[in-house]
């Protein structure tokens, strides 16, 4: 199971930056590529809302 982004997500960009396989894309608000998340947990570590949950 892949980390998700929550509505509560204010499109900052922070967790972006810090995904190693490039799974988070921009929108309206960010979204997390299932097929390519590899679970590490560093997008909500850098989260400064708590936007993003563990599977």
């Known amino acids: 199971m892949a980390y998700k982004i929550?509505?509560?997500c204010i499109a900052c960009?922070?967790?972006q930056g810090e995904c190693?396989?490039?799974a988070i894309s921009?929108?309206?608000?960010?979204s997390i590529?299932?097929?390519k998340?590899?679970?590490c947990?560093?997008?909500a570590s850098v989260c400064?809302?708590?936007a993003i949950e563990a599977p």
């Open 6 to 8: 929550t509505d509560k």
């Open 13 to 15: 960009g922070t967790c």
């Open 20 to 22: 190693p396989v490039e």
């Open 26 to 30: 921009e929108g309206e608000k960010y």
């Open 33 to 35: 590529d299932a097929a």
């Open 37 to 39: 998340c590899i679970d």
């Open 41 to 43: 947990g560093a997008c």
């Open 48 to 50: 400064p809302v708590e």
